[in-house]
């Protein structure tokens, strides 16, 4: 059974189109997390959802909005999508808090707008 | 800015030998996180060492830390063509920050 699973595992797609990418987890984690990683391999944050509730949101286009239904899923919506929106997508989750427990990942989402 | 910087950058070994890869950050820490990540793959926790652990072990994995240099190291013993990846390490900041921060990752080659 897959922990985080991410869809779809390819997106290609064209400038200004809008698109999403669903993350759903089976842990019963309360918290998720969306990363961003670019062709340099430099992971960052972009959300963090507990229990529904956004507690991290850094500085990103609002071009990107995160929903979370319920605590098992945190989906990601891209709207006019540009080429410097390529990368890789990750999905995480925990359980509350990093404090005793690593994250769990996805296996991610590979981006390309042309 | 970006927490935590490991080095190498790129580090190649032979089957059998040691891998020694090393990562220093600037804040203070709850705890320091090691993560493997296989080409194409998503990120796998490795091993967590909390700020108030001096070292760690795991299987083949030893993880030290060093607060005061601000610094840390993971040992990989007797490697193993499998042990190819990118290694990752992450710091917990706290202060009610719930979000990990991210190096920019030793690529290891193990070599058969």
């Known amino acids: 059974d897959t922990a985080v699973s991410q869809t779809p595992k390819y997106l290609v797609t064209q400038m200004g189109n809008d698109k999403s990418i669903k993350c759903e987890q089976n842990?019963?984690?309360?918290?998720m997390y969306w990363y961003k990683q670019d062709s340099k391999k430099f992971l960052k944050i972009m959300f963090s959802y507990n229990n529904k509730e956004l507690i991290i949101n850094e500085t990103v286009p609002n071009r990107f909005s995160p929903k979370s239904p319920d605590k098992a899923h945190l989906n990601l919506h891209i709207n006019s999508l540009e080429l410097g929106d390529s990368a890789v997508y990750f999905c995480?989750?925990?359980?509350?808090?990093?404090?005793?427990?690593?994250?769990?990942f996805g296996s991610g989402t590979r981006l390309t707008v042309v | 800015s970006q927490q935590g910087e490991e080095d190498p950058q790129a580090l190649s070994i032979q089957e059998g030998e040691n891998a020694t890869m090393n990562c220093s950050y600037k804040?203070?820490?709850?705890?320091l996180q090691w993560y493997r990540q296989n080409s194409g793959r998503g990120l796998v926790h490795l091993i967590l060492i909390r700020s108030n652990e001096r070292e760690k072990h795991s299987g083949r994995l030893r993880v030290t830390l060093d607060t005061s240099k601000k610094s840390s190291s993971l040992l990989i013993t007797a490697s193993r063509a499998a042990d190819t990846a990118s290694y990752f390490c992450a710091t917990d900041v706290g202060g009610g920050s719930e979000k990990l921060v991210f190096g920019k990752g030793t690529k290891l080659t193990v070599n058969p």
């Open positions: 995480a989750s925990s359980p509350r808090g990093t404090k005793l427990y690593g994250y769990t």
């Open positions: 804040t203070s820490i709850n705890n």
């Open positions: 842990l019963g984690h309360d918290t």
